[in-house]
T-cell receptor, first 111, second 114 residues
Framework: KQEVTQIPAALSVPEGENLVLNCSFTDSAIYNLQWFRQDPGKGLTSLLL?????REQTSGRLNASLDKSSGRSTLYIAASQPGDSATYLCAVFQGAQKLVFGQGTRLTINP | EAGVAQSPRYKIIEKRQSVAFWCNPISGHATLYWYQQILGQGPKLLIQFQNNGVVDDSQLPKDRFSAERLKGVDSTLKIQPAKLEDSAVYLC????????????FGQGTRLTVV
């Protein structure tokens, strides 16, 4: 059974810092890995999708990497801003489009 | 392209009452998911449909929860009777079976059972 773990569970940093969020998964037989952002009381917004054949994807100040063999992904946020404060979730796609989530990292950027 | 639509956004009911949530996925998306998200936790899959067939409902409490996807498009999730521990956000998502798999979520329904 696939298990997805996100570390740390919560992170608080001052504005302007670069930071890394971690995601690990136990079964490397995945198709894609997707990073989401969730604001309080809202649904999930897709940030980046990394296909299994890719090693990284970039969107603006966000960069996500994937190492399937070691079961790890990282989300790098450059020059953090208060508006980046949210919960970040990673999820892996397996066979039959099963989508398994981690518990999320709650990020707070302090002005 | 319209996103995933869910309704209602909020619902407050008393325990033992029934409630229903509705979801309209992105047009053409064959896969539809219902997740339950309790405050402070990651989403937990309740049921996954492929067109109008069930792929996975292993974590659906079938004594009180039911879901259907008529004609492989819209879906309804029902709880009857509700318990206090059902208070959560219920998220609907869809993905395309063809090409790369990418999930898109609706805004969710926040259910409070009192």
């Amino acid at each position: 059974k696939q298990e997805v773990t996100q570390i740390p569970a919560a992170l608080s940093v001052p504005e302007g810092e670069n930071l890394v969020l971690n995601c690990s998964f136990t079964d490397s037989a995945i198709y894609n890995l997707q990073w989401f952002r969730q604001d309080p009381g809202k649904g999930l917004t897709s940030l980046l999708l990394i296909q299994s054949s890719q090693r990284e994807q970039t969107s603006g100040r966000l960069n996500a990497s994937l190492d399937k063999s070691s079961g790890r992904s990282t989300l790098y946020i450059a020059a953090s801003q208060p508006g980046d404060s949210a919960t970040y979730l990673c999820a892996v796609f397996q066979g039959a489009q099963k989508l398994v989530f981690g518990q999320g990292t709650r990020l707070t950027i302090n002005p | 392209e319209a996103g995933v639509a869910q309704s209602p956004r909020y619902k407050i009911i008393e325990k033992r009452q029934s409630v229903a949530f509705w979801c309209n996925p992105i047009s053409g998306h064959a896969t539809l998911y219902w997740y339950q998200q309790i405050l402070g936790q990651g989403p937990k899959l309740l049921i996954q449909f492929q067109n109008n067939g069930v792929v996975d409902d292993s974590q659906l409490p079938k004594d009180r929860f039911s879901a259907e996807r008529l004609k492989g498009v819209d879906s309804t999730l029902k709880i009857q009777p509700a318990k206090l521990e059902d208070s959560a956000v219920y998220l609907c998502a869809s993905s395309s079976y063809r090409g790369r798999a990418e999930a898109f979520f609706g805004q969710g329904t926040r259910l409070t059972v009192v």
